[in-house]
């Protein structure tokens, strides 16, 4: 009942389809998993259940003892008031019961044996399922990375390298532009010269050619006084 499904989960984690470099090794590999795990989970099943068989052995393999020791009891008791035709029809019993009690005992035995290898077959499967699981998420992540560095259809070059190539030739063209901004503002002649102006003013060479907030204030502070003056 359980061995199929080991037998079929064994074949699935030996027998991934797909290679490394085809590009439906990753859908084939979660197919394999899906169904992996769908054996997994269907073995659980049919391992729980056994289980819960061999439980309901046990129990019968109880009822039968208990059976038995009374049947025992009451044999003795017909042995001892003399009824020998009751004592032997309840020993014939007992011996069919006792019977029943070593092939039960036996089976119990046999399958507690399988039971213990199936139970490790499959913690074992499982333990695979989990790390199987683990590098197929190792492998989307890998994957999608490969992606990014994978060569571009026209260039000739990955991605990244597309990416920052067209950053620098970006970078390249803003600094030229700057740089020419720069020089066409030299190349004015009357531009350069008001600039010069500027700075030997500021420098205190000559008088200066922008008026300054100290300046302004002082003026106003002077016309103060006449403003009142003309006011009163």
């Known amino acids: 009942m359980f061995e199929p499904f080991i037998a079929q989960l064994r074949a699935l984690f030996d027998n991934t389809p797909g290679g490394t470099g085809d590009p439906s090794a990753l859908p084939a590999l979660g197919w394999t998993l899906r169904t992996a795990a769908q054996s997994v989970r269907s073995a659980q099943a049919a391992l729980a259940r056994a289980k819960a068989e061999q439980q309901l052995d046990r129990r019968r393999l109880k009822k039968l003892e208990a059976s038995i020791e009374d049947l025992e009891n009451r044999t003795r008791n017909a042995v001892l008031k003399g009824a020998e035709s009751l004592a032997r029809e309840a020993a014939e019993a007992i011996a069919v019961l006792e019977d029943e009690k070593t092939e039960l005992e036996a089976a119990i035995k046999s399958f507690d044996e399988d039971l213990a290898q199936l139970t490790d077959q499959l ?14 998420r190792t492998a989307e ?80 502070k002077s016309e103060m006084p006449l403003l009142l003056e003309s006011n009163s």
Do not use: H, T
């Not at 532009?177 to 600039?195: C, G, Q, T, W, Y």
């Open 123 to 136: 913690y074992r499967a499982q333990n695979r399922l989990r790390a199987l699981k683990r590098g197929e």
């Open 141 to 220: 992540v890998r994957e999608q990375i490969q992606k990014a560095q994978s060569m571009g259809a026209s260039a000739g070059q990955s991605a990244l390298a597309q990416a920052e190539n067209r950053l620098d030739d970006i970078l390249n063209r803003q600094e030229r532009d700057r740089l020419a901004d720069r020089e066409f503002a030299a190349l004015s002649p009357a531009d350069s010269a008001n600039a010069v102006i500027e700075k030997l003013a500021e420098a205190g060479c000559g008088k200066p050619v922008r008026r300054r907030a100290d300046e302004v204030l002082a003026r106003l």
